[in-house]
């Protein structure tokens, strides 16, 4: 049975890094390609310039907008295709966004206005454009849920994975600190004459193998299990994202069964 191990979780960057366990390398791609393709996302796909006298060009201004991450409520939005309005455009499948400003300086995220308070720009310091004085910018701005295979802008995040590396010290080290420096990701520490793994830097380790060319008594091996990285640009989290793919993979398991 498949397992999941979480190693680590970084908040801040808002990253979670995990141990695939009896699973293969299809899965795992698997996985990779929903999330990008498939997880959907809420991003600005239409939008109306009442006023721009900025020193962007509307559509500068327009791809701008379209790329800033909105906060995404999955469970208040359908995809406009799935939609009861028939894609029409209704509360459930359009979020609008407006943007006023006419003050001197940077035009922050923060300063765009949501009708949804769940669902606002994620990153309140993220810059828009900027305003000299008299210059002034009136957008109104419609979201929408869609895919990453239809645009990057709807990507959740980047995930990647990489076979666990397996690095072990079988005998004395000739020389410790030129194995501890030779390491980009600083895997190994000292240990009275020789030198040991630290195991929470391990999942770091990029497969380089200069520690095994400077000594042959460090070995490196690749077990089957994998280190998959979710990297989320902040519409979902990182838990929803994996929740969504996995959810994606069994709808699609179901249709193809009722196909037969
Ligand atoms: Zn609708």
């Known amino acids: 049975m498949i397992k999941l191990e979480k190693i680590k979780e970084e908040r801040k960057k808002n990253k979670w890094t995990f141990l695939l366990k009896n699973s293969d390398e299809v899965f795992a791609n698997t996985i990779r390609r929903l999330i990008i393709e498939e997880v959907p996302t809420l991003a600005v796909e239409e939008l109306e310039i009442k006023e721009n006298s900025s020193a962007l060009y509307d559509e500068m201004l327009a791809l701008r907008l379209g790329l800033t991450p909105i906060k995404t409520d999955l469970k ?3 995809l406009k295709e799935k939609c009861k309005c028939g894609g029409a455009g ?3 499948c359009e979020l609008k ?3 006023k400003a006419s003050k001197k300086g940077y035009v922050y995220a923060e300063d765009a206005v949501s009708a949804d308070p769940h669902c606002v720009f994620v990153y309140p310091k993220m810059i828009l ?3 000299l004085s008299k210059q002034k910018v009136d957008v109104t701005m419609t979201a929408v849920l869609g895919r990453g295979k239809d645009h990057a802008k709807w990507a959740p995040g980047l995930p990647f994975y990489h076979r666990e590396p397996i690095i072990k010290v079988t005998g004395p080290v000739a020389d410790p600190e030129k194995v501890v420096q030779s390491c980009p990701k600083g895997i190994f520490g000292i240990k009275g004459k020789s030198v040991e793994v630290i195991k929470d ?4 380790c990029h497969e380089c193998q200069q520690c095994t060319d400077l000594d042959k008594n460090i070995t490196f091996e690749e077990s089957g299990n994998f280190i998959f990285t979710i990297e989320s640009w902040g519409q979902l989290t990182c838990k929803e994202i994996l929740n969504q793919s996995i959810g994606i993979l069994i709808d699609k398991i179901e249709e193809l069964e009722k196909s037969i």
């Open 76 to 78: 208040s939005y359908e």
């Open 90 to 92: 209704c509360a459930q």
């Open 97 to 99: 966004i407006t943007l």
């Open 129 to 131: 454009v900027k305003l």
């Open 201 to 204: 830097k391990l999942p770091d």
